[in-house]
């Protein structure tokens, strides 16, 4: 069974920085596009940043500048560095990938983490 972990949510001053990690674990034969979803209170989820796995990147426009993500194929994992957060990015993170499992013949598969909060005062 192919799961998603997200870790490193939590509150933060305007202006301040968090790192979000994901690993994805089970019998896995390869991971294709990953990325970065978030949802916020009465809105639809959207995608924040997403990395293919020869690392080739793209962002929202609104986090442009702000947000890095970066990916460890060796470890399975992605990564979400948020800088100079503003309160309008106060959202449920979701990890997301496309993973073939062992088994499925090379049959590529949508994945979601269980989430984790970030909230931003001002």
């Known amino acids: 069974q192919v799961q998603l972990v997200e870790s490193g949510g939590g509150s933060v001053q305007a202006g301040g920085s968090l790192k979000l990690s994901c690993e994805a674990s089970g019998m896995i034969a390869r991971i294709d596009n990953m990325g970065w979803f978030r949802q916020a209170p009465g809105k639809q989820r959207e995608l924040v940043a997403s990395?293919?796995?020869?690392?080739?990147?793209d962002y929202r426009d609104s986090v442009k500048g702000r947000f890095t993500i970066s990916r460890d194929n060796t470890k399975k994992k992605i990564f979400l560095q948020m800088n100079s957060l503003e309160p309008e990015d106060t959202a449920v993170y979701y990890c997301?990938?496309?993973?073939?499992?062992?088994?499925?013949?090379?049959?590529?598969?949508?994945?979601w983490g269980q989430g984790t909060q970030v909230t931003v005062s001002s």
């Open positions: 990395i293919s796995k020869d690392l080739v990147t």
């Open positions: 997301n990938a496309n993973i073939v499992a062992i088994g499925d013949w090379g049959r590529s598969s949508n994945y």
